[in-house]
């Protein structure tokens, strides 16, 4: 697994639930207050997701597109075989993974640093 994968996968698993404490917390204290109608966080991660599930859909899409044409054009050069196949789709698999997980744990990264400052 590349370094990159395995760091936003390390993202998703260790922050994000960090990251939902601490945005529960922020919602029961405006719950309590009385202010959770105008809680910015809640519309901020509304748009967050979408943007992040958007931009993850594109790069995900681009990426296959792209590895598809590579072996294409590797197969009709007569630089890869049926027989290689399989051992090339591995690397690609692993590629369209990493952009489309990207999104997710660049924001979860930010939010998580974000939402710890406001702590302290």
């Known amino acids: 697994m590349s370094g990159k994968l395995s760091n936003d996968l390390f993202s998703l698993w260790f922050q994000a639930p960090v990251v939902i404490a601490l945005r529960s917390q922020n ?19 509304v748009s967050e997701k979408t943007a992040a599930a958007t931009e993850s859909a594109l790069a995900l899409n681009a990426e296959l ?17 049926l ?10 698999g692993r590629s369209v993974v990493a952009k489309s997980v990207r999104p997710f744990a660049k924001r979860v990264r930010a939010n998580a640093k974000r939402l710890g400052k406001k702590r302290r």
């Open 65 to 81: 597109m792209r590895n598809g044409m590579k072996s294409v054009q590797r197969f009709w050069l007569g630089r890869q075989s």
């Open 27 to 45: 919602w029961a204290a405006s719950l309590q207050a009385g202010t959770l109608n105008s809680n910015p966080e809640l519309h901020r991660m």
């Open 83 to 92: 027989s290689t196949t399989s051992r090339v789709s591995t690397g690609l």
